[in-house]
Each structure stands twice: as structure tokens, then as C-alpha cells.
């Protein structure tokens, strides 16, 4: 576990014998799709890649240079790009996820970086320099410093909040918080008091609360999304300095460094509810997006550990990874689907039931799980991929469709102030405008008609034999057409025959036109033109 004064050294490897110890342990898979949690190895100059579903090593450790040792990473929302802090060659390394290997040249930082977080839109990190009592910001896409803001005395820990706009660095030994606008790339008020050696911190995804685990002192500070601090320090173990707050933002855990446990926090209510045991060394902590699964780090032992977060249980560990210095560990953020709605080809009429599809939807990690449908007209439906809706009244409506993937992700972007939990955004949406109306025939007047025509239509069947009768199918509708015009006249079918009419092309009409006070009656075929 790094200190303000010295990070212990000795070459390690990352998860060597983790595969074959994670075969005897029983973690709940998501439905689909695998996450990948990405581990630093400070002492062996390393990046190691485990399945979170199997346990497997997914590939070979990814060096990140002889003498860089990295410790903290953080993961871009769009799970493409790792960023590990490398505490002895002051830069950033950045890995690509799609290839499992360094991308480009390191990005020089200060001095000792040890905290890093990536922005919400993925466009900055911001990495707090422990000996060089400053923060610096990065610009990820031109990959190059911006700004280096001075903050307190060795800052160790950030967090940016869920809306982007600042970042919360822990100063380790200056017992403070600095907040940065990253408008401006200062800092803004004065530090914030948090405790004996504040170090790990965390925010709630609503940005509402923030947590601040102490180095030196066994409680947690609590801070409101201000930065103001709430309340009494709330008791939280031994050395509790890893922070890690779950997706739906009402519990944290915390590694309990010198009590080989991880305290369970009550973010509401502001206690300490238990704690899961048989961990050891628990610095850091990562949750996978599901909520479901959760490791732990070991630092010295080099080991990983596995609990269940949801039932506070212990899983399984140690895994030795045949080395030391475990640092931070992050789960790749959970991608959301991307919804297609389908509409009906045919007409959509009131009163009959038509199937909605949202044939083409995707996840790009897992699998959709839950469709949220709603018509627009007051009616809202969790369905499957296939709907079927009957609209009451004809009408434009906007009928739209959201996804949820298997592991909880749809339109919300989940974040805790490092790596997201969840990338989402409106891809997970969308909406159609949808009109419904009763079957509509076209009629004219003639341009030499004195005056404007009338019409009455109705729909009709024919009922009998030699003689047949005219059985109505719909209520009458009237018109008035001025001379040379035309216009679509709405046939509002009988319920009886509501189907029956949905589905023709041309339908029976008996007319009844009336120019100057002349009328005209005539049964004929009309093309059905809405």
C-alpha cells in the first residue's frame, strides 16, 4: 500500500494462479457478455486482464515500460482506453482495450502520480501528483497536459463529480479536500477538512454525496455535493482507505487496509452496517456494473480477493498472482443497448390491436433485458421485444422505446468519480411519431358545381341474395367541398366491423351528394387513401 512517503517495491507478476482457484469458486455470471476487469501491478511494471465471469487471465500481462510502476488506473466511459498513474516514471500510460496493448507514447504528468479519474465525457483525466502537491489535468484526445494546478500537501486520491464540472483531490497529508473547477482548472474555495489522512473518495452517481476514506484515522467523512462536510465522522473499520460506492448509490464498501476486511456503509444513513471478512490488505476495491460481483486488492500479499456485495458475503481468495504490489483494480464501464423501433407497415387504426417491434436492437456487451414501451396516449408497457397496443382515438401520438441491458445499464450515465459503471446515454431510446386515424376515401366536387357539395358517406355491406340489402358497416360522416376541391373523409368504423375495415384497400360506400340543393345517391367502391 503506497504512503505519502514511499510506495514498497519488488518485482511481482499479476493473477498467475487465479484461474485454476477461481474454478472452485462459485461468482453469479451476468446473462451475457463478459466483463473485464483490469488490475495494476506496481511491482512488476504491469497491467493484468481477468474475466470477471470465468476468472480467466484474458491475456498476458500488458507491460507498461521497465521501471513505470503503475498503481491507480481508470477506464474512459467508453471502455476503450485504460489510464494507469505510474508512480515512478511520472506519466500515464494508455492501453488499449480493443487490442490489449499500449497505445502511444506516455503522457508526463508530475511528480508521484498516485490518484487518477477520468471525466465524464471521457475528454480529460485528472491525475493528483503525491509529491508534487499538484493536479494535472490532461486533454485525452490531443494526449498532452493542459493545466497543473497546485492543491495540498500529497494529494493521493480524485474523484470528478457525476456532472463533470469539478474534481475532488485528497490531500493525504494535509488532512484537507481541494475541489478544482475544471472550467477554469483552479481551485475553488478554500480546503475542505476531512479527517486524519484523507485518501480513497468516492461520490454517490446522483453527485449528492461524496465519501473520504481516512490513512490514519478507522472513520469516513462525509461530504455533501458541495464539498461541505455532513455531520460526525462515521466509524468504518481499520485504516479505511479504498472507497467504492454501488450502481444504485446506497451502500459503499470500504477496504479496511489493517483489518483485512471491507466495511459496509449505509450512505443514507450514515453508518456502518457490517463489514465482509476473510479479505486481506483490502485497499482498493472494484464493483462490476452489475452490482453483483466485487474484488478486492492485497497489496503485499499480491493477491486478489472475491466478494459478493449484495449478500455481503466473502466468495473465495486468496489468489496468489506469484508477485506483489496490487494496486487499484477497475471493471471496463457496461456499454448500453442501442434500441430500433420498428413501426407497423400497415395503417394503425383505432380500436384494433397493432404489434410494435423492436426488431434490431443490440447490446454491444450482454444482452437487452427489459423494453419500457410507451404509446403516447396515457399507456406505458414493460413488454418483450413485440408489443401489441390498441390506440382508442385517432390522433399523432410519439410512441417510444427504452432499453435495459442485463447488467441494469439503459439512458442513465452511471458514475462514481473514476470509471463509469455505466456509459449511458440516448442510444438506449428512441421514439417515432405514429398516427392513427379511421380509414379515409377521397371525394370531389365538380368545378362546375354551383356552390359547394355535401356529402354523407357511410360504409356498407351488402346482405342477401337477389335482392341484398345494405347492412351499414360504419356511422355516417359529412363533408362540405368547395367546387373544383377534394377532400378525405374519415369512415369511424362500427366496433363489430373495426377489423374487417382496418385491413381493406377499398371499401363499399354509400353516397349521398347534395350540389344547389340537388341530391345524388349512389352505392360505389372507394380506394381507401388514409
Known sequence: MPTASAVPTGPRNLLL?????MAALVLSAP?????????ADYESDEVSVIDSTTGAQVVPPISTGAGSGPYTLAISPDGRSVYTADYESDTVTVIDTQTKSVSGAPIPVGEQPLG????????????ANS??????IIDLQARQPVATVPVGNEPQGVAITPDGTRAFVTNTAGDTVSVIDLASNQVVGAPIPAGDGPYGIAFTPDGS???????NADTLTLL?????????????????VGVAITPDGRRAFIGNYSE???????IPNASRTGSVTGLSEAEYIAITPDGRKAFSSAYNEGDVYAFDPVGNAFLGGPFDTGGGGIGQLAAVPNQPPVAQLQLPTAR??????????AGGSSDPDGSVAGYAWNFGDGVAAAGGPLVEHVFAKPGTYTTSLTLTDNEGCSTGFVFTGQTAYCNGSAVASTAAAVTVAYPGVRVKCPKKAKGACKFVLQAVKRKGGKKPKLKPMSARARVRVKPGKTAIVSIKPRKAFRKKLARVKKVLVREKRTIAGEQRLRVRKLKIVQ
Open 224 to 240: 455533501d455535493g458541495t464539498g461541505a462536510v455532513i455531520g460526525s465522522p462515521i466509524p468504518a473499520g481499520e485504516n479505511p
Open 17 to 21: 494462479a487465479f484461474v485454476s482457484a
Open 348 to 357: 394503425i387504426r383505432p380500436g384494433v390491436p397493432t404489434v410494435f417491434s
Open 260 to 266: 483485512d476486511a471491507a466495511s459496509i456503509i449505509d
Open 209 to 215: 454525496r461524496a465519501l473520504v476514506g481516512h490513512l
Open 31 to 39: 446473462a451475457a457478455g463478459a466483463r473485464d476487469i483490469y488490475v
Open 131 to 136: 509529491l508534487g502537491d499538484s493536479a494535472t
Open 116 to 127: 487518477i479519474a477520468i471525466s465524464p465525457d471521457g475528454r480529460r483525466a485528472v491525475v
